[in-house]
């Protein structure tokens, strides 16, 4: 179910074969366990690939993906100083013009839109990914999804050709940046009431069987101050989790414990290293992705604190 809502599940079927490994059941058990698991995937994967050929001709499975790419490239490539002169390659030629061009005009500009991750470079119709979008097809009648999903390709090879040629830089502008929001993650969305807007769209309306498509807010500013506690008690849960692992698998009790409860703690852990790290090179990281992260670690971190006071309160019940 994660995995058909956000793409940021697509790690977890790895985890989950990974426990099915672990499992003291027969090959032909696990076996069976990893086709129950992949048959759903495999037949979600299709379904969208089938229904991105019908709607657009193309046949891929996220045309999202090519877009983001380029967009954490470019967040990169337009805060490095000085990037010398490099040679082109043709294909690239005319979004690099447009990009080079874009990155000049910003630094006329006081409050710069890129000076922190976020969505600009993917949906900003003045930042280059749109720009190019808009000149190639600004005298074609292709409607503007397919438009949209013609560039991907595109785009994937240019972020990538850009990370390649930067490889430091990237780090430093786009991998550096995005490890602090994973641990202070912004509010964005989440702290604005309906985007300081009062109306939602038809769909909307329709969808929550709405009387109107006007809404209202419980502040005048339309501010969600709730939201804000959010972000510091994600930083908290995270290092109580990462300190109270590293106390635990140092401590005699991570020797003497049962061996299910042992692989349980090395499972979660990884799970908590795998969405790190997928979170930081996938896309600018926002408190709306890091839910199941911090739903998650909150529960592990409590059983691991839970587990460590235990084994205080033993040492001193029982002093050698």
Not at 39 to 67: D, E, H, M
Not at 217 to 226: H, L, M, N, T, Y
Not at 243 to 251: A, E, K, P, V
Not at 272 to 297: C, D, G, H, M
Request: with cysteine; aromatic share 16%.
């Amino acid at each position: 179910m994660a995995f058909t809502v956000r793409y940021n599940a697509l790690y977890y079927p790895i985890i989950s074969i990974l426990v099915i490994l672990l499992m003291q059941e027969s090959i032909k058990t696990k076996i069976f366990l990893i086709l129950m698991l992949l048959t759903p995937i495999s037949l979600f994967v299709i379904y969208t690939i089938r229904t991105y050929k019908a709607n657009t001709g193309i046949t891929q499975f996220s045309t999202f993906g090519g877009w983001q790419i380029a967009s954490n490239a470019l967040f990169m490539y337009a805060h490095i100083p000085s990037p010398g002169a490099t040679p082109i390659p043709k294909e690239f030629k005319e979004l690099h013009d447009i990009t080079i061009k874009h990155i000049d005009s910003l630094k006329h500009v006081k409050q710069r839109p890129d000076n922190e991750l976020g969505i600009y470079y993917l949906w900003d119709d003045n930042a280059p990914l749109k720009l190019y979008m808009a000149q190639k097809y600004a005298h074609d009648t292709i409607p503007y999804l397919r438009q949209w999903a013609l560039v991907p390709p595109l785009y994937k090879k240019y972020g990538l050709w850009l990370i390649s040629k930067y490889p430091i830089g990237y780090a430093r502008y786009y991998l550096l940046p995005n490890l602090r929001n994973y641990c202070y993650p912004p509010t964005e969305f989440l702290a604005i009431d309906n985007i300081y807007t009062d109306t939602v769209e038809p769909a909307a309306v329709n969808w929550f069987r709405y009387k109107t498509n006007k809404v209202t807010a419980r502040s005048k500013d339309r501010k969600i101050i709730f939201t804000e506690l959010f972000p510091p008690i994600l930083t908290i849960i995270n290092l109580t989790f990462f300190l109270t692992f590293i106390f635990f698998i140092f401590s005699r009790k991570f020797r003497l414990v049962d061996p299910y409860y042992r692989k349980t703690v090395i499972i979660v852990a990884l799970v908590w290293i795998s969405n790190l790290i997928f979170s930081v090179f996938a896309s600018p990281i926002v408190l709306r992705y890091q839910l199941f992260s911090l739903i998650f670690t909150f529960t592990f971190s409590g059983l691991l604190v839970m587990s460590i006071i235990e084994n205080v309160t033993k040492r001193e019940s029982h002093p050698l």
